[in-house]
């Protein structure tokens, strides 16, 4: 079990945190930078309609940081859980945080196209 301290053990963890941080750290630059791109909006957009309505939106600072704080929560999480399974291998939390940072690059998207009120 990688639980144990041993050097293993912590090679396991520290690649899973790592992995983790990076995820977390991409989709941060990518709030920062959207932030700056979109100062002149109060309220962003967090959910569409089908017919391309907004649902509701949420402070700026709020909106951008959503997506990386779940992401936070969620990929240290699993980090953890996989630390002390023994053979583990990182696929499943690469995929998740790519997701992450796919589903924030959506959202940035559809913000750009989205008129400025």
Known sequence: MHGD???AGRLVTMTGF???????LILALMSIMANRKFR???RLP?????NRTVNWSAPRHIA???TPLLATVVL??????LASKPD????TL??????????HLLHLHLLEKWPAD
């Open 5 to 7: 301290g041993s050097i």
């Open 18 to 24: 790592s992995i983790a941080a990076i995820g977390v």
């Open 40 to 42: 002149d909006r109060d």
């Open 46 to 50: 967090m959910q569409w309609s089908l």
């Open 64 to 66: 951008l940081a959503f």
């Open 76 to 81: 240290f999480t699993i980090a953890n859980v």
């Open 88 to 91: 583990t291998e990182f696929w």
């Open 94 to 103: 690469i995929v998740i945080a790519l997701a992450f940072v796919g589903a």
